[in-house]
């Protein structure tokens, strides 16, 4: 399957400053979810998008679905000690067989 | 926590050997999906059960096998173990198979 592709790769931040990670798809998405992976752990399922142009907030976190449901974005602002790790995003092929992203590691320096 | 399960935590193996992993899903779920992450890498799907059949596999050979029991619990058999099989194997259950994904903590296989 087509693979997702997600930049930056790596981000080192101050705490405080903002983050955001892009995921880019060559094909349109069906839906498409985003999980956070701490170091040394496992996925932890944050969102599902599935509207075209869909914008979801979580305290600090804002998930956006572009508009030709090809890409997506996740924005922290005023990032924490406690948002470091992997952030993927995921698409679904059909009954949650997810096809994940390459995934933006997220640094951040208090 | 997600309820997930999943024993050993880690496990040293060498080239050839057989290994079997286990998962336990969350109370309710009853479609357990297995991944292969290697280290700096998303996770790759291998396959899917629901109610005790295979419901999808990913690009994975044959060596790669697994089971569903009645209690929804599975199990991830590796045969001829090679050495790119080092990583760590998670387990997501969910409530169907269309329904969020929750993994569990893993398995460290490592292969020398």
């Known amino acids: 399957g087509q693979q997702v592709m997600q930049i930056p790769q790596y981000q080192h931040v101050q705490e405080g400053e903002d983050f955001t990670t892009y995921c880019n798809s060559s094909?349109?998405?069906?839906?498409i979810q985003w999980y956070k992976q701490r170091p040394g752990g496992h996925p932890v399922f944050l969102i599902q998008?599935?509207?075209?142009?869909e914008v979801k907030k979580q305290k600090r976190l804002t998930f956006q679905f572009g508009e030709a449901k090809k890409n997506s974005s996740l924005h922290i602002t005023a990032t924490q000690t406690t948002d470091v790790g992997t952030y993927f995003c995921?698409?679904?092929?059909?009954?949650?067989?997810?096809?994940f992203g390459t995934g933006t590691r997220l640094l951040v320096s208090p | 926590e997600t309820g997930v399960t999943q024993s050993p935590t880690h496990l040293i193996k060498t080239r050839g050997q057989q290994v079997t992993l286990r998962c336990s899903s969350q109370?309710?779920?009853?479609?357990v999906s297995w991944y292969q992450q290697a280290l700096g890498q998303g996770p790759q799907f291998i396959f899917q059960y629901y109610r005790e059949e295979e419901n999808g596999r990913g690009n994975f050979p044959p060596r790669f096998s697994g089971l569903q029991f009645p209690n929804y619990s599975s199990e991830l058999n590796v045969n001829a173990l090679e050495l790119d099989d080092s990583a760590l194997y998670l387990c997501?259950?969910?409530?169907?198979?269309?329904?969020?994904?929750?993994f569990g903590p893993g398995t460290r296989l490592l292969v020398l």
């Open positions: 094909t349109t998405l069906s839906n």
């Open positions: 109370s309710g779920h009853n479609t």
């Open positions: 998008l599935v509207k075209s142009g």
């Open positions: 995921s698409r679904n092929t059909g009954f949650q067989k997810l096809v």
């Open positions: 997501a259950s969910s409530s169907k198979p269309e329904e969020t994904q929750y």
